[in-house]
């Protein structure tokens, strides 16, 4: 009964920003490592971000490294995307996914949500 449902995509300018929103349930979220995907029409599938599961180490793809952070709240079961300085190469289906452990540089994940689309042009 793991779900992991995404929102806040949407459409955004060229430096503009967007939060993507992750909630989550059926599973004890604080134990667990959490992490953020995107699929791109050019590069495929791309691992964008994750966090440990107290929240208190993150990890960043140098293509985001410095414009998105990655936050959770534990009492809320929440995971969140903050996206800054945004880019056209950043359009894409970004998926919430649940890690296997509780940390987050160990990028295996069991179960993913559905995406939410976030385009980025002018």
């Known amino acids: 009964q793991v779900q992991l449902v995404e929102s806040g995509g949407g459409l955004a300018q060229p430096g503009g920003s967007l939060t993507l929103s992750c909630a989550a349930s059926?599973?004890?979220?604080?134990?667990?490592?959490m992490s953020w995907a995107r699929q791109t029409p050019g590069k495929g599938l791309e691992w964008v971000s994750s966090v440990h599961s107290d929240g208190s180490n993150t990890y960043y793809a140098d293509s985001v490294k410095g414009r998105f952070t990655i936050s959770r709240d534990n009492a809320k079961n929440t995971v969140f995307l903050q996206m800054n300085s945004l880019q056209p190469e950043d359009t894409g289906l970004y998926y919430c996914?649940?890690?296997?452990?509780?940390?987050?540089?160990?990028?295996?994940?069991?179960?993913w949500g559905q995406g939410t689309q976030v385009t980025v042009s002018s």
């Open positions: 059926g599973f004890t979220f604080s134990n667990y490592a």
């Open positions: 996914q649940k890690g296997t452990t509780a940390l987050g540089y160990e990028r295996e994940y069991d179960y």
